[in-house]
């Protein structure tokens, strides 16, 4: 088998399409970046929609968290402290294991027949969680840059006449993500560190469909040789990571295109925020 | 545990539940909470260590040195750290078993990696096939530990680095105008200082460190997800539990510890930034003298 031919068979493997074997002796180098390159799909997915969704919520999130009514406030901050304060490796049990206890024929609602099997698939369940979880994590980052909003933009706004929803779609909301940015990016990062865990979790690989940690662990566990599948997750993981920088550094260059080019916030990596 | 629970016939309700806590597979359980304490009791101060000297290789003059620390500190940044601990374990594990080998069988001629199969001599492994079951846990708990400590040391060493950044240059140079020694001037002035730079960035690795104690179950270690998923299933491959699936209530538990050590963690890490920031030129240092006054 040639390498062409490998990558033929098993690029699209994480997905379901191609040879739906996986080698099982002779392993060669073409084969373990080719699987694994396919494994990456899941990952970037994960990451991609989890963060997409994420985001959204998270800006609720840090505006209710600001909120001066307790009856807002309060269910932001538990949410927040639920998700950051316990091991994504256990909330993904956990979620598995309350998504299994639904019923399995489906739940009636007003006739209808609501199917409940596809939610502890990995797919859609983990990807639920992952999206709860990087809402609460970047929720703090987007109260944080909240809080940090200069007094002054907010008077001169306050000046020029502008309230309500003006002065939060022209001045606050800009500013708070203009400020949270540096720190988003790397939320960003460390998400998709954290997809290598869903399959490592509760949630089964249906026929062996994995992500990328999954096939390297498994050509680790097949040749007893940890030297060549896991720098390759590495090496993938690397280049992910600056693609994410290259492309997070654009956006912020971007937000801060008003200000004098040695003022913008830096983009620098801080590991604090990963689970 | 009580002696009520002698008979199972009489069992019901509450007594039965209380009876069902303590049985002896419990009772493991329970031993594994302070497996979990342990590991980050003995975890937490190999890190630190591992993290200063990163931290001290990465500001060194020495180009090689240098690269290492640099090297070290950087690891944990593009890779996830999963990807390590994964790594490292079956690594360490054919690294020292490698090392075994080479000094107890020197004329042992078979390849070590022979196609699919990484063999050693019998003499060399590591705990030997002999050593009763308490070695080998031992063996893997301190494979843990130590895989657990190299990467939150490289994440301490990039924590540690920074602070070492933030002090203040002025106070370097003052020390070295009175004539201190490059060695002084990192004991004397440098290191007493770094800490209050250090310890945001501390309390945050410390409250991840606690955060990744469940994926010593990925290395093999029997600790609370294990038994966890042990105890909640409806049965095991030797025997029936007498209750349906129960894994979500003991996961439930699970979460609700870690919920609780972290906010614990977080009130006392909040009081010793208090009393570190006192008498310290920060802002925060300012406030609690202006709160005095």
New interface residues.
Partial sequence: MTCWETIGAYAFRSIGYGERLLPR?DFTLCQQFTLIGSGLIWNIYFGVIALAFGFVLANAIAFAKASHSPLVRKPAEWFI??FR???????F??AY??L??LPRAGIDVFGITVQTAWTTKAWAGALFVLFLNTAAYSAEIFHGALRSIPKGDLEAAEAYGLTGFAKFRRIQWPTMLRLAWPAYTNEAIFL???T??VF?SGFPAFQQRGDA?YY??YF?D??????VS?PI??GY??AL??LLIWLFSAINARLNRHLPSNMGGKIR????V?? | MFEICADPKSLEGLTWLSCYLTSGKHMNMYWAFGTVLLLLAVTAPIAMLFGFFGAMAARSQFFVLRLIGKGYTGM????????FF??FV??LD?GIEYLMHTVRCPDWTDPV?NG???RVCPEAKVPLNSAPQVVHQFYGFMLAVLTFALVFGA?AA?VLYGAMQAVPRAQLETAEAYGLSPAQVFRRILVPQMWVYALP?LS??WL?L??????L??LGVQDI?YW??EL?SAKTQAFDYPHP?W??YY??A??VF??AF??VSEIVLARITARLSKGQATAAGEALRKAVI
Avoid at chain 1, 85 to 91: A, R, T, Y
Avoid at chain 1, 222 to 227: A, Y
Avoid at chain 2, 210 to 215: E, F, G, S
């Fill in positions: 002796s402290f639920l304060g316990s091991p994504l490796f256990i909330q049990f956990l294991e309350a299994q206890m998709f560190h954290s290598t865990l490592f940690l390297a662990s680790a097949k040749t007893f040789n940890p030297f896991y997750v590495a993981f690397i990571t600056l990596l801080r590991p604090q990963i689970r | 944990v940044r593009g890779v996830p750290d999963i990807v994964l790594f079956i690594a054919q990696r699919l199969e990484f994440f990039n960035g945050n690795l991840i606690i955060k990744a104690t469940p994926l179950f990925l997800v966890a998923r909640g699936d894994r979500l996961f439930l699970l979460l870690y919920l972290t906010r």
